[in-house]
């Protein structure tokens, strides 16, 4: 426990120390050769979509676990749905970060905002069907059977992700291909790697932080339900005596 209370201090500053690291390796590094300063918001475009899918990632994950353990283990079931909805939460902002630093690089690059190309429709319906699994989460209510129908279509959303990463394989897009694994010609100069892997590494961190301080809050939202619950079941039953 008091380890964990330390890694709780310290992990704010190790991420503001990394997001201020990479803002100034960013900053430094010679231009794109092709693009110009222009290029520079790769360094922070890349880094939102791989935050975006480790937290959808999680959201799956914590998804599975919900179901698998709900009639078990209904404190697990808990903090795995905790973990669900804090991790989808964060990964519909990202997923707009990173439609918007997109746009913003198009609007140069293409001379447009947006196009509907395979990628950008795929990802905007991504980003629907994860901001309408949160206004489920709400509109439901409370309690397991909203747990459970959010978890069933948090699976078949998170289909949505490989998808999206291979429709500049599958079919002729405008967006360029994958930066990683993104086959010939795909990649960043070595001189400009740096910047990029920094980047990776502080808005991992930020997506690690923003989603730790809402689990928190679910978790004590959690407590509260079922505090009140069994407060009302004490009462139900007073009153029947």
């Not at 380890?3 to 120390?17: D, E, K, S």
């Not at 994860?130 to 209510?141: C, T």
């Not at 086959?183 to 790697?193: D, K, R, S």
Request: with cysteine; proline share 5%; glycine share 8%.
């Amino acid at each position: 426990m008091r380890r964990f209370q330390v890694l709780w201090w310290v992990w704010p500053i190790v991420t503001l120390g990394l997001l201020g690291y990479g803002l100034h390796v960013a900053l430094t590094v010679p231009p794109d050769a092709d693009q110009g300063n222009i290029g520079r918001i790769l360094y922070y475009h890349v880094p939102t979509w791989i935050t975006m899918s480790v937290c959808f990632l999680a959201n799956l994950l914590g998804s599975i676990v919900y179901l698998a353990t709900r009639k078990r283990s209904p404190q697990l079931s808990l903090k795995a749905d905790a973990l669900a909805v804090s991790s989808a939460e964060m990964g519909v902002v990202f997923c707009f970060l990173g439609m918007a630093t997109g746009s913003l690089w198009g609007r140069v690059a293409w001379g447009i905002w947006w196009t509907w190309d395979a990628r950008l429709t795929a990802t905007l319906v991504l980003w629907l069907i994860y901001l309408a699994y949160l206004v489920l989460r709400n509109v439901v209510g409370d309690g397991d059977r909203m747990r459970t129908l959010a978890a069933v279509i948090a699976i078949f959303a998170y289909c949505d992700v490989p998808l999206v990463y291979m429709t500049t394989r599958w079919w002729r897009t405008q967006h360029p291909a994958p930066v990683f694994f993104g086959g010939p010609g795909a990649g960043v100069a070595p001189n400009l790697l740096p910047a990029l892997q920094w980047n990776i590494f502080a808005w991992l961190a930020w997506g690690v932080l923003v989603v730790g301080i809402r689990y928190t809050a679910e978790r004590r939202k959690q407590g509260a339900e079922q505090v009140a619950a069994a407060q009302a079941i004490e009462v139900g039953a007073l009153e029947a005596q």
